[in-house]
């Protein structure tokens, strides 16, 4: 007797029989991946050439440019130079999070300007 069907009889909650059936793993298990190469499947090149987005976002709310953009596999320039610095800083708080939970990267390249990376694009400095 399984341990769900003892405790549904114990508490005489009915019969414990509908909770003992076998769950199916192999459909799901094929489906799963690491977040890294989700991205990198979302971003590998298609033939078309990359792009790179300027965004000057005016507040917070232009989080979601950001996002769609960035999500969409392409490099953003943000410029946060016409934003308070309240706003600005969690604007690239936000921004900071979007590229690590992508497996992506940001970086300064001027004062209030910053460079969102996908994955598959290289920042080299010299």
Not at 4 to 28: A, F, K, N
Not at 35 to 53: H, K, L, M, N, T
Not at 61 to 75: K, P
Not at 92 to 98: N, S, T, Y
Request: glycine content about 10%; proline content about 4%; hydrophobic content about 40%.
């Amino acid at each position: 007797m399984g341990a769900v069907r003892r405790v549904v009889s114990y508490l005489g909650l009915g019969d414990g029989d509908q909770y003992d059936e076998p769950y199916e793993y192999g459909e799901y298990e094929d489906e799963w991946m690491p977040a890294s190469e989700r991205a990198a499947r979302r971003w590998r090149s298609g033939g078309e050439p990359a792009r790179i987005v300027m965004v000057r976002p005016r507040n917070y709310s232009d989080a979601l440019i950001v996002g769609r953009h960035f999500r969409e596999g392409q490099a953003v320039i943000m410029d946060v130079a016409g934003m308070s610095t309240a706003e600005a800083t969690r604007l690239v708080d936000f921004a900071a999070g979007l590229t690590y939970g992508c497996d992506g990267r940001i970086e300064r390249i001027a004062d209030k300007v910053f460079l969102l990376a996908p994955a598959d694009v290289e920042i080299t400095t010299t």
